[in-house]
T-cell receptor
C-alpha cells in the first residue's frame, strides 16, 4: 500500500511565524504535490514537483515555497504565516510519466493549520 | 464560472435508498474523469474512474455525458457507511496537464 505521511495533523501558529509542513512518501513516486482545501472550494494546487530539486508553481503559489531535496520528501513552507492561510493542507504523490493520471494520486491524511 | 461544479448538498437520504448526483464541467477538451470519496477530516480516496461507456462497481455506477458535459454518480441500496463527501475530478491537457477538482457533494445516509 502506498503511504503518504504528513508530519503534523493539527497546528496552530501565530501570524508572521514561519511554518514547515513535511510530507514523506514510501512508493518511490516521481511526482509530489501540495494542495489546500477550503470549504466550498475544490482542492487547489499550490506547488508540485516532478523530480528532486524540481518544482513548479500551481494555481495559488503566493505566500508559499517548497523544497524537495530527496525524492521521498516534499516540504511546504509558509515564510510568514497569515490568517488567510488557515486551511487544510494535503500532500499527495503519484508515479511520473505516462502512468500519472487522476486515478494514480495518493494523499496524506492532511494537516489542519490555524493561523491566529 | 467554475470549471467543475457540484451541488454541495447535503443530500439527506434514508438507508437503502438510491441517490444520484451530477458534476458539470466547462472545458470540452476534458479527457478523463474520476470520482473520489472523502470522509470527514480525512484525505480523498479514489472511488472510481468514469469511462465513456459508463461503468459500474458494485452498488456504484458512474456515467459520462460528453454532449452535456457532465458526469454522474449513482449509489444504489445506500449504506450508512456511504456517508461522505464525493469529489468530482476532471483531467485535461491544453498547454499543460491539468487536474481540476470539484468542491464536493456531501451525502448523509440516515438510518
Amino acid at each position: 500500500d502506498v503511504k503518504v505521511t504528513q508530519s503534523s495533523r493539527y497546528l496552530v501558529k501565530r501570524t508572521g511565524e514561519k511554518v514547515f509542513l513535511e510530507c514523506v512518501q514510501d512508493m518511490d513516486h516521481e511526482n509530489m504535490f501540495w494542495y489546500r482545501q477550503d470549504p466550498g472550494l475544490g482542492l487547489r494546487l499550490i506547488y508540485f514537483s516532478y523530480d528532486v530539486k524540481m518544482k513548479e508553481k500551481g494555481d495559488i503559489p503566493e505566500g508559499y515555497s517548497v523544497s524537495r531535496e530527496k525524492k521521498e520528501r516534499f516540504s511546504l513552507i509558509l515564510e510568514s504565516a497569515s490568517t488567510n492561510q488557515t486551511s487544510m493542507y494535503l500532500c499527495a504523490s503519484s508515479p511520473g510519466g505516462s502512468t500519472y493520471s487522476g486515478n494514480t494520486i495518493y494523499f496524506g491524511e492532511g494537516s489542519w493549520l490555524t493561523v491566529v | 464560472r467554475k470549471e467543475v461544479e457540484q451541488d454541495p448538498g447535503p443530500f439527506n437520504v434514508p438507508e437503502g435508498a438510491t441517490v444520484a448526483f451530477n458534476c458539470t464541467y466547462s472545458n470540452s477538451a476534458s479527457q478523463s474523469f474520476f470520482w473520489y470519496r472523502q470522509d470527514c477530516r480525512k484525505e480523498p480516496k479514489l472511488l472510481m474512474s468514469v469511462y465513456s461507456s459508463g461503468n459500474e462497481d458494485g452498488r456504484f455506477t458512474a456515467q459520462l455525458n460528453r454532449a452535456s458535459q457532465y458526469i454522474s454518480l449513482l449509489i444504489r441500496d445506500s449504506k450508512l457507511s456511504d456517508s461522505a463527501t464525493y469529489l468530482c475530478v476532471v483531467e485535461f491537457m491544453d498547454s499543460n496537464y491539468q487536474l481540476i477538482w470539484g468542491a464536493g457533494t456531501k451525502l448523509i445516509i440516515k438510518p
